[in-house]
């Protein structure tokens, strides 16, 4: 996955073969079929481990005295914190779901679990009263969810000249200005 995924970010989805990707991850086209029925399902696959860092961190959130700005902060890094992301990525990967049926489906499959799991997060914020409270933890995982989506494709589609720390960071500020209890802005 991570060689198509690198390949992806340099050529773009549609000029990256199945042979480019097997070739890179030197593994036979048989192989590949085992885990992908198709180059569009990696995107599946990788959306798939996005959701299990979501739900390996809220385990982790449930137990810890951080603030829920920095837990905030954390999920959204291991979402964003690879080396192979970039507006052309995130453009072929919009690509590559909305060409198949199948993996745009995993996808939506993949959005509701990750809304379900952000709202137990969104719960524990509200009993702490820092996410906030008019909202139920559902609505509120929409929110976290609306806003991180709504940053990364206004960044996909008109790329900033600043380095991708500083993106990454403007990704946070905003997903927590819209989650964050009124008057609650943890500095941690």
């Not at 982790?60 to 970039?86: A, G, P, W």
């Amino acid at each position: 996955m991570r060689s198509a995924l690198m390949l992806f970010a340099r050529r773009g989805y549609t000029d990256t073969t199945i042979e480019d990707i097997t070739n890179a991850a030197d593994i036979g086209k048989g192989t590949f079929f085992n885990y992908f029925p198709s180059k569009e399902h990696i995107f599946a696959a990788h959306a798939q481990r996005q959701a299990e860092k979501t739900l390996k961190g809220i385990e982790n959130m449930r137990h810890s005295t951080e603030s829920m700005k920095l837990l905030v902060r954390k999920l959204i890094m291991s979402y964003v914190d690879e080396d192979n992301i970039s507006p052309t990525m995130y453009r072929n990967i919009l690509v590559a779901i909305c060409s198949n049926d199948s993996v745009r489906t995993l996808m939506a499959e993949g959005i509701e679990r990750a809304r379900k799991t952000l709202a137990k997060l969104m719960l524990l914020g509200q009993k702490r009263g820092e996410v906030r409270d008019d909202l139920t933890p559902l609505e509120a995982a929409v929110e976290f969810q609306r806003t991180f989506s709504g940053t990364m494709l206004l960044w996909a589609f008109a790329p900033s000249e600043k380095p991708w720390s500083e993106c990454k960071k403007e990704i946070v500020r905003a997903v927590w200005s819209n989650i964050k209890a009124p008057n609650r802005d943890h500095k941690k």
